[in-house]
């Protein structure tokens, strides 16, 4: 069991230390995810167990693994992330978040390991395939349409003629996907940011326009856990280097392509 750090509320201390803490763990796990303790939140999440907690415990790796941890130790993450999607979705084969999650996390180790390499391992297909089922199981889920988005210009930004050859990818498809995410979700700053990366990317004008008035739309809403505060701020960051012209700050936020969606909620819970 893990011991959450300072500053969670007392209530969720004393439901960890209490012997009625195992029969709401699950609870536990989402305070301490909403409070951006993710290293306890996965911890408390497997000890959850069933396909609901390892899909917990996956979103909050993927979170640890992208927000806080660096090098190795983020790359370990995402290797454990796919551990427990692929545990979620053994458990239940129809649970979105399990596919969702581990569709991320191939994306995350795709990045890392490079194109080719990822190509190989079969990380695109894969990550294809359980997005593709967590849109059967839920069509109307902003993250799994961000994912599909996500999916087709990722491979088209990356791969270009021979991305959109060898797995059917499409910019035109990406951005529908997206623009379709961002209206069931139009504060979902994580996605707003994505979303902008990968428009960056394309290069020109609109693109950039583009990205600026999507960012811009996200940053009214405001956060409302720990999660949420780390994706706006990022979101703000890029937002304000485009406002600016400032080129150098939009090469460094670039340069730091290695996250990926890493919020999806759990399914019927508030994004």
Known sequence: ???????????????????????????AARQAFAQGDFRCAATLAHEAGAAEGEALAARAELAEGD????????????????????AAILLDPRNVEGHLYLALALGFLGRIEGS?????????????????????????????NALLGGWNLEIVNDGGVFGETLYGASRDKGIAAYNYALALAPGNAAIAYQYALQLVAMGGAWPRAEAYQVLKTSM???????????????????????????DRALQAIMKDRTSLLTGPATTGKSR
């Open 116 to 144: 080719v390499a990822a190509h190989f391992a079969g990380y695109a297909e894969e990550a294809r395939q359980h997005i593709d089922k967590a849109l059967e199981l839920a069509p109307t889920d902003p993250w799994a």
């Open 67 to 86: 927000f806080v941890a660096q090098g190795e130790a983020s790359h370990e993450d995402f290797r454990q992330a796919v551990k427990s999607a692929r």
């Open 220 to 246: 009214r809403t405001e956060p409302t856990d720990a999660f949420q505060r780390l994706a706006w701020r990022r979101a703000e960051r890029m937002m304000l280097a485009l406002e600016s012209h400032d």
């Open 1 to 27: 069991m893990c011991f959450p750090r300072a500053g969670l509320p007392l209530m969720v201390l004393l439901l960890v230390a209490s012997p009625a803490f195992a029969a709401a763990p699950l609870d």
